[in-house]
């Protein structure tokens, strides 16, 4: 270790690297990516004799998102007092309020019925199941019961500083080791049709991250969701969970999350929405009753006559004359509505 008045970002980083052996190789990677491409003017400058640190990291802030500056000075922070050394305090960039980097339940559905017979199927369906990308690539058709419907989670697969794909008999945390229903039955079905002739060790998802990632948001694209790869699919899981009704708590365990700050983001956006959907509701509900058809009244003499509809097409056991398409439709809706409320 050089003396700490010659001391730099670059030392503090690799010295870090060298006292903690159990890092990931995913997470060595990404500390040797921000040594080579961030802070490049201070980097290999001894931390004692940088005076601007606000104008390199405003240097830096015009390349790269408000998140990845914070994850960045963060990390300096974190492996220079590992040095005994410490940055000054700066003026960070805001991060922008989250976007909307999920599918909604009716989303979740279309995307389940378009996606039929696309290549990557199941690793974009097994992301819906909560799986992170680092699971999937390491998930092999024998962590997976299809006669009790169920993944077990338990391996991840993260590539090192040379992109190979290393493969690790532990998971991100220790909440991510789980098991994970498998409640999409398309899911089942497809699983179903390659298993029998894989054999247990074989990977279900033989592929690269990167080809996942491009080709998931390759589809996303092409049929109008967001973008966002497996790591959008993964918090749709959540968006799921919060329209049936699933608490925050048993969310977390489902889908391996140890920080329940990603789903309680996912449910306060999503009850925003229904705040929003709410009010509208209360303002409708007092506003003049109109109808595309007319007034409230025109609306009453139509229900009549579908109530008289439906009395004699039950009476008559359906020998009434044919009726318009529509007028079923519309006689359907009126008996579905009656029955449900008389009960």
């Given amino acids: ?40 003017s201070v980097m290999h400058e001894p931390i004692k004799a940088v005076k601007d640190w606000q104008s390199a ?13 914070k994850n960045t000075w963060s990390l300096l922070n974190t492996v220079t007092e590992h040095c005994g050394a410490k940055l000054p305090k700066i003026i960070e960039v805001k991060q922008k309020r989250h976007e909307k980097d999920f599918l909604s339940h009716d989303e979740i559905l279309r995307f389940v019925e378009e996606s039929a017979g696309h290549k990557y199927r199941i690793p974009m369906l097994l992301g819906l199941h909560s799986l992170r990308q680092s699971e999937i690539l390491a998930l092999t058709f024998g962590d997976v019961d299809l006669d009790a419907d169920t993944i077990h989670v338990h391996r991840a697969a993260v590539p090192d500083e040379s992109h190979r794909l290393v493969f690790k008999e532990t998971t991100k945390t220790d909440a991510s080791t789980r098991t994970v ?21 074989d990977r279900i998802a033989p592929y690269w991250g990167s080809t ?39 969310t977390c365990t489902l889908g391996g999350w140890s920080d329940y700050n990603t789903v309680y983001r996912i449910y306060t956006h999503l009850e925003r929405a229904k705040i929003a959907q709410s009010e509208s509701e209360l303002t409708a509900f007092f506003a003049p009753k109109q109808t595309e058809n007319g007034s409230k009244s025109e609306k009453i003499e139509s229900e009549k006559s579908l109530k008289i509809n439906a009395k004699q097409a039950l009476s008559d056991g359906g020998s ?16 579905r509505d009656y029955i449900e409320y008389s009960h």
């Fill in 57 to 69: 990291y405003n240097a830096d802030s015009v390349h790269f998102s408000p998140k990845t500056m």
């Fill in 212 to 250: 996942l990632y491009k080709q998931t948001n390759r589809f996303l694209t092409e049929h109008g969701f967001p973008k966002g790869g497996l790591h959008l699919l993964r918090h749709s899981f959540a968006s799921l969970c919060y329209y049936l009704n699933v608490p925050v708590l048993v």
């Fill in 1 to 40: 270790m050089k003396q700490p008045s010659r001391i730099t970002l670059a030392d503090c980083i690799d010295q870090y690297i060298a006292d903690h052996p159990d890092l990931s190789p995913s997470t060595i990677r990404g500390y040797k990516s921000i040594k080579r491409n961030r802070f490049k």
């Fill in 320 to 335: 009434t004359p044919p009726i318009s398409t529509k007028k079923a439709l519309e006689l359907l809706d009126f008996l």
């Fill in 181 to 201: 229903p498998i409640f999409i039955p398309a899911l089942h079905d497809e699983l179903k049709r390659f298993k029998p002739y894989r054999d247990a060790s």
